[in-house]
């Protein structure tokens, strides 16, 4: 790509950042089949997850969510490998930077806080936003560009229960560049 | 999974046991579906190949949902998380395993954070995470 080229996908991605996309309300509340559809697979036999006579008595006296499962109860479904992601903004920029070769995708880093566990018959919503997008880079893969997502979770009330942060580099395959 | 640790029976650089885990196409697919990720890359082996990996490879959510039963299985029902960051690396493809193991970074009173690593034997460092963990009482 010529500078000018660079510098025009650069303008169009970067008007990306402060967008909103994915934001959602999930279509199931917290509940304890898919948790222990979770907990089976992940091995947790943690009986605050999975007993609710036992979470009753035990120290949190209710039945809660992994803590990771946060960022379960809002995924898009079926339609993923079926008729494909719905369209965002997110989803957008990820096709343009497609468009001009920077076609490799991985995902870098994502924190995850907590400020509550959840409970059954919590609604989590989420929005996200594109929070950031790094200069031009070289990395090993080959160049292109980090950005980040910062995802807010609310329950029913919209008080706020979590947050997320995920950094993904969308980068020109450097065999690509050889090629 | 361990009786609740106390602080006092946890120190900076202690270090926990290590556990292999199988890295199988079943693990890889049926993670995917219970944390509802359903991108091809996780459970179409085809689609993978076509997008240049050597089979399906594990989702995040599935390695999040490792660490996390990792650490609970050590500290005990009781303690709350409070933070989960994750480095990614190398991808975790079906005929490997992933060894994971962790050591404490600090204790300050109830609150202590553990450093943990997922070790795949043959594609190297998975996955490095710090979680923040809160002690009950």
Known sequence: MST???AALEEKIYAYVG?????????????????????????NTCPDHLDEEAAAVGSR????????MMFVWNQTGYAVASTGRPKDPQVEMIEMLDAHGYNGIVATDTTQEYLRE?????????????????????????????????????DQNGEPVGR?????????PAQQDQA | M???????????????????????????????????????????K?????????????????????????????????????????????PNI?????????????VEGNVVEVEVTGQNDKWGMHVKALATLELAG
Not at chain 2, 94 to 106: A, D, F, I, L, Y
Request: hydrophobic content about 35%.
């Open chain 1, 4 to 6: 000018e080229d660079i």
């Open chain 2, 2 to 44: 361990n009786q609740n640790l106390k602080s006092t029976e946890i120190h900076v650089g202690q270090t926990l046991p290590e556990r292999p885990i199988p890295v199988t196409s079943s693990l890889v697919t049926c993670g995917a579906l219970a944390t509802r990720d359903f991108e091809k890359v996780h459970h179409d």
């Open chain 1, 118 to 154: 959840l409970r059954l018959g919590d609604v989590i919503s989420q929005r996200t936003v594109i929070d950031n997008i790094s200069p031009r880079k070289t990395t090993g893969l080959g160049e292109g560009y980090f950005y980040e997502t910062v995802t807010a979770f609310t």
């Open chain 1, 19 to 43: 967008r909103e996309c994915g934001s959602a309300t999930a279509k199931d509340p917290v509940n304890k089949i898919m948790i222990r559809h979770w907990c089976e697979v992940m091995g």
């Open chain 2, 46 to 90: 085809a689609f993978a190949q076509a997008s240049g990996m050597p089979d399906v490879y594990m989702n995040i959510l599935t390695s999040q949902g490792l660490t996390e039963t990792y650490l609970r299985d050590w500290v005990g029902r009781d303690a709350v998380f409070r933070k989960l960051s994750v480095r990614l690396g190398a």
């Open chain 1, 61 to 68: 006296g209710t039945l809660v969510a992994p803590a990771t």
């Open chain 2, 94 to 106: 079906p005929g490997t395993t992933m060894t994971m193991s962790g050591q404490v970074k600090s």
């Open chain 1, 164 to 172: 997320q942060t995920f950094k993904v580099l969308k980068f020109r």
